[in-house]
């Protein structure tokens, strides 16, 4: 099993409409990252949450960590074709130096 | 600023090969790690290198090293390549692992 499991795995809408992407799992984290990867890059990070119940937004995007810390989620409001990527959240395992991705949700956004 | 450079892109390989896959991290990052990326199996941890020691090493089989260089620049080695060894090889580097870390572009490696 999965440590993160994301929701949904495929995301395709048009431009304009609002989005919700999940980041869930049964462990407790300290913090938790989402990543956005294009076609042909490495993945770029976007956020860091580390309190729970925290919100951070960053233009059209608003992230959220649940208040028990082991679940997260991104919010798009009025999508862009920019958009479109693999969002990926990720946690820090202390002490192992190694990040531990989901399998992340493909996001494809229609003009 | 440069930013994570690895070489190169592109890389085809038959079976029982082997291949070496560079990475230069930001100047400045001591902190290398390595992921391989699938389609079936996302994003998986290799190894992480600090200062040439590697701290830790992922599930992987033998057949995967790495090292690090006094300079910070890194490789890694897979020695008689296998048809799932196929996959998009990421390197990231950082001034330290829990700094916020920067990805390279990846090398796409096929293996026939």
């Known amino acids: 099993t999965q440590l993160l499991e994301q929701s949904p795995q495929f995301l395709s809408i048009q431009e304009g409409e609002n989005l919700t992407v999940y980041c869930n799992s049964s462990s407790v984290f300290s913090s938790l990252q989402w990543y956005r990867q294009e076609p042909g890059e490495g993945p770029v990070l976007l956020v860091t949450v580390v309190t729970g119940g925290e919100v951070k937004k960053l233009k059209r995007l608003t992230f959220q960590f649940g208040d028990a810390r082991k679940d997260s989620s991104l919010h798009i409001t009025a999508a862009q074709p920019g958009d479109t990527g693999l969002y990926l959240c990720a946690v820090i395992i202390q002490g192992a130096q190694k990040l531990v991705f989901g399998q992340g949700t493909r996001l494809t956004i229609n003009p | 600023k440069a930013g994570v450079t690895q070489t190169p892109r592109y890389l085809i390989k038959t079976r029982g090969q082997q291949v070496t896959l560079s990475c230069s991290p930001i100047s400045g990052h001591r902190s290398v790690s390595w992921y391989q990326q699938t389609p079936g199996q996302g994003l998986q941890f290799l190894f992480e290198?600090?200062?040439?020691?590697?701290?830790n090493k992922g599930n992987f089989p033998g057949r995967f090293s790495g090292r690090q260089f006094s300079n910070s620049r890194s490789e890694m080695n897979v020695s008689t390549l296998e048809l799932g060894d196929s996959a998009l090889y990421l390197c990231a580097s950082s001034r330290d692992f829990d700094e916020k870390l920067f990805f390279g572009s990846g090398t796409q490696l096929s293996v026939l």
């Open positions: 290198y600090f200062s040439e020691t590697q701290r």
